[in-house]
């Protein structure tokens, strides 16, 4: 069945859902219907100019939410954008700032993304779109990367400044008197990537942007704040959170598109006993082969840097083995030359590149044009990335393809067997907590520096005279004669504060492979354990580092690249205190609470699993001190479940069930399942009852206790859901977690739990 | 979440939480609000000054002693980058709570001195709490004239921008003045080569014979300025006062010491042969050839004395080397070959340097006459500097004489030299390849010549 022939998408895709080996995979099937577009004129007030340099480049009219959007930020309105993947979101932000520029050339813009290349493409299009206009605006990316001199005339005479929340934090908020210019003029802030911002990130991104308009405030000026973001759950919420004003929603897509069919497809069973299954990355091959070969432009997402290049490599060993355009086939991921990524996103464009294997580098908004296929090897971990994954593959006239295959990780069995949560509900919701009191006190100190406070001055939550003097404690701030709130250290905050953690004492990771070493990045102290244990394996932007030796007392991890097929896992002990209780509320057998806690976390051993198939090939010792960590929880007690237990069974049940509930979670939240922490606690000395913890592995949380607290029922449904679905027999990895005693019957006793908690999912099925 | 009340309930265990953790030994007192008069009474009681109040808040002023330094405005003058004659000039040095120059940094302690005739006349203004920043800053203001300079060590990297940092904060636009000039970069151009490092200590030490007994450490101050803030007792600030009024007039030393030393012509045969051969380079850079010239001559004069300071070499490179580049100051360009630049820096102007110097100097002014004379008497010292110094009368001949033949024999001679060098176990294996592609290329041209003739 090999056809080098050319063949129309929906011809390649009847002959494979033809063949049974593939077809029998397929657990639901949907096609998208086509759409049209709706249309606006461009505005009266559009300077003719600009009217005609989007002419000159092929735009006639705009798509209605574009037209909405620029409205609306023409009217002086906070907007959040909602933009499924290639639809034209720079011009909803790009024209009113063009406009303003035209009518002021003394006006100012900030476009903030969350990394230094995305702002180095949009400075580009925005470039094009000034000079198609005739308009001479200086634009220009103020990051890590710009040269000394330059910076200086960026900061007198920059209209457009460029930058990302990191630069922003500590290179110009600080010097907020060398930026007078823009603080003076700024009318917009642009806000890229919105849903990136969620977790510790977003919650420190949120108080440098409370930072930002605390000092355009002092400046004079009152930016309108345009927000973008890819289809999630809460996008104003979102954009209120991250900026603390409303703002007006625009999320009815404008753009047109083709008929779309979605796949949801499952690596067959290998082993009825223990419920394994096949590799997704195989699976996700055989499906891409067929369309490449019939010269349909496809893309395959990876979810590492490993999986990418097992594809590819399969891919084109395949295409070679039948003398197909192999060659036309790339790899695209972090690691790449800028040059070689933007040679391969003008191959997509233009054609030349047939398909590309990549990590989630291509989803966020880099222009590669629309595509024919894409095929995900794994659920990418939130319903969002899996839109804008499949949202590549997209073409307006034609029909196009989207295939998520499973792997067999709980998460993914849940997300695959549950289509209905893929494509019938909203995604998920980003959740950042900005008033997280370690955040907030980082950043309160960072604002001191910049700027003394009044008080009774509100910051984030409320007053700040509380929070300043606490850190007059140490000694970081004084309150003057004038009742105000000065700095008062030598230090420099913003650089002992790091956006991507919340903790204030870090490990530094440095890479020892190049000849001269540099810092990698930084991990919080707890996370540190785990993750920078000497000889563990470390991944950075889907990079593998051995960690040749970890300097505890100096708060240095010493790594090395290393490309091998394992990765390590910590075991950590875990013992957990409630220390306080900010909800609680009584559910079907029992209570569900959220609160604070205290965790003491010991890591004493490491095993090495490997990928693909969590294949445990080998272990080791890690001597490391106790680390307390104080955060947020949730947790669920079984005061019902007093009775009719034994001991070792409700131990089995409560594992199983708190492992299932803890990957519904974290679909429901859309986080790593590893920044919620499992504790289950059989007779649990502080709620003398048995109980299942679920904490946040950051230090004071993110709000996300909260939201399961919120969310308790569809926890508990969706965790008997996906464990009565199961395959398996008796409890597997995908499920209830690794079987360690094979006696037991993990799935039926957890089943059970769920069920005495309210479950109703769980009952038909019976316990085998 | 949000809510304060329970922001306050955290924040309590999270105190407590802290508190357990670092086990800390004082126990946290409120601290009493201080009345900013009654902060500035005692750091005028401890430092001799006077307690200004404004409508705008309250700072000290202490108005020091006379001091008596010479300098010769006219000399001075003659220097390039230096002030007219009439200009007044305002020293001013200032003392912060950190480095850097971001908004969290304060100037607390603004130290200024003026010229009367021959008497530098000291103003220290003292910053007695953060929220008196706008009275103080204000006297920095009326003190600074619009006609006149700043005076300032590192002025231009550090002190001035603080000082606008602090005057954009809030409090009104920093002063006008009519140039800066920073003696940081002159010390360095003109002293480097005898002195370990450019700080203004070390500067009054080598050059000024000042020596500072039981002085405040630089990194000291910003704490000592914190405790006094915290702890409202002046005595952590008696010293700082001292320690900047001393840097205030070692500025004006150090300018009269410059005046005296180089601006007078007629003084430059007692000068330094490396101080003369850093203004060289200084006359140079603003492209005053024949002053360079002059510079060299006085310093190959001077080099004829002992040195008092025997100039001692650091360079990797040796700097007679062609590999190691001649500094004309100002911005690197792009290597003109694989040398790695800057290789010269920081070694010792002996008299060979200087007639190195000399000969690239009129080499560069076009007297390619004197030029080659210049690399002739270098080349009669020998060794591989000799050989260095045929190169060069190769290069000339070649390409400012088109004298081929001259070139060859040159060359010849300079191989010449290096054999005996590598006979007496002073190979220099750059020299020799560079010398052997000169010759098979100036024999190839000649050869060209002779067949076209």
Known sequence: ????????????????????????????????????????????????????????????????????????????????????????????????????????????????????????????????????????????????????????????????????????????????????????????????????????????VANVIRRLLRLCEHYGSRPIIVCCSATIGNPGELAAMLTGRPARLVDRNGAPSGERHVLLVDPPIIDQATGARGSALTLAQRWALPFMRAGRQTIVFGRSRVAVEIMLTGLRESLRQDAGPRSRVRGYRGGYLPTERRAIERGLRDGEILGVVSTNALELGVDIGRLDVSILAGYPGSVAATWQQIGRAGRRANVSVAIVVASPAPVDQYVIHHPEFLLDRTPEEARADPDNLHVLLAHLRCATFEMPFDPGTVFGPGPVDELLAFLGEAGQVRQASDGRWYWSSENFPASEVSLRSAAPENVVIIDTTPDRPHVLGEVDLFSAQVLVHTNAIYLHESVQYHVDRLDWDERKAYVTRVDIDHYTYANRAVTLKPLDVFGEAVVAGGRRVHGEVMVASLVTLFKKLKFGTDENVGWGPIHLPELELQTTAYWLTADGLAGGWRRDELDVALLGAGRAIQAVAAVLLMVDPRDLGLVSQVRSPHQDAPTIYLYESMPGGVGLSERLWQRHDELVEGAAGLVASCACEAGCPACTGPRLEPDVNAKALALRLLRGLGATTGVSVPAA | MTDALLLSRRLERHRAWQRRAQQPDEDDRAPDPRRATALAVRIADAVDGEVVATDQGTYVRRDGAAVAVPIDRDALAGLPDQPAAGTPLLFLDTETTGLGTATGTYA????????????????????????????????????????????????????????????????????????????????????????????????????????????????????????????????????????????????????????????????????????????????????????????????????????????????????????????????????????????????????????????????????????????????????PMGAAALIEVAKLREHARHDYRGALEAALRGRATLDRCRSTGRPAAHLERDIGHRIGRLRRRLAAVRGAA
Not at chain 2, 132 to 145: C, H, M, Q
Not at chain 2, 290 to 295: F, I, K, W
């Open chain 1, 1 to 204: 069945m090999r056809t080098y022939a050319p063949a129309p998408t929906v011809a390649v895709l009847e002959r494979l859902l033809a063949e049974p080996s593939l077809a029998r995979g397929v657990v639901h099937h949907q096609v998208i219907p086509a759409r049209d577009g709706t249309f606006a004129s461009f505005p009266d007030w559009l300077d003719d100019r600009i009217a005609e340099g989007l002419r000159g480049r092929g735009i006639e009219r705009l798509y209605g939410h574009q037209a909405e959007a620029i409205e609306a930020v023409h009217a002086g309105d906070d907007v959040v954008i909602v933009t499924p993947t290639a639809s034209g979101k720079t011009l909803c932000y790009a024209l009113p700032v063009l406009q303003e520029l035209a009518e002021d050339p003394s006006a100012r813009a900030l476009f903030l993304f969350p990394t230094k290349a995305l702002g180095q493409d949009q400075v580009a299009e925005f470039a094009m779109l000034s000079k198609a206009a005739g308009l001479t605006i200086s634009s220009n990316t103020y990051d890590g990367d710009t040269p000394a001199p330059i910076r200086s005339a960026i900061r007198k005479a920059g209209q457009v400044v460029v930058t990302n929340p990191d630069m922003l934090h500590s290179a110009i908020l600080p010097h907020h008197t060398k930026w007078f210019q823009l603080f003076e003029q700024l009318r917009v802030i642009v806000i890229d990537e919105l849903h990136t911002y969620r977790g510790v990130f977003g919650s420190h």
């Open chain 2, 108 to 383: 607390f302690l603004i130290g200024l001195a003026r010229w009367e005739d021959d008497r530098l006349i000291p103003i220290q203004l003292l910053l007695p709490d953060q929220s008196e920043e706008r009275a103080f800053l204000a006297a920095v203001a009326d003190l600074v004239p619009a006609d006149g300079w700043l005076v300032t060590y590192n002025g231009r990297g550090f002190d001035w921008p603080l000082l606008v940092t602090r005057f954009r904060m809030g409090h009104g636009p920093p002063p006008v003045h009519a140039g800066h000039l920073d003696l940081l970069p002159i010390v360095r151009r003109l002293f480097r080569h005898r002195m370990t490092d450019a700080r203004l200590a070390t500067v009054e030490t080598e050059l000024l014979s000042v020596h500072r007994g039981g002085d405040v450490g630089g990194w000291e101050i910003p704490g000592r300025y914190l405790s006094f803030l915290r702890d409202g007792s002046p005595h952590h600030l008696v010293d700082v006062v001292r320690h900047n009024a001393i840097d205030v007039t070692s500025l004006a030393r150090l300018l009269g010491h410059i005046a005296a030393r180089l601006g007078d012509r007629d003084r430059w045969t007692d000068a330094e042969a490396g101080d003369l051969a850093g203004l060289s380079r200084l006359f140079r850079r603003h492209h005053r050839d024949d002053d360079a010239l002059a510079c060299l001559e006085a310093a190959l004069v001077a080099s004829g004395r002992p040195s008092r300071r025997p100039a001692t070499s650091h360079a990797s490179e040796a700097w007679w080397s062609p590999r190691a580049r001649p500094d004309y100051g100002g911005r690197p360009g792009p290597p003109r070959s694989a040398w790695p630049p800057g290789a010269a820096f920081d070694a010792g102007w002996s008299e060979a340097r200087l007639l190195v110097e000399r000969a690239r100097l009129l080499r560069r002014v076009d007297r390619i006459d004197d030029a080659l004379a210049a690399w002739e008497a270098v080349a009669a010292v020998g060794g």
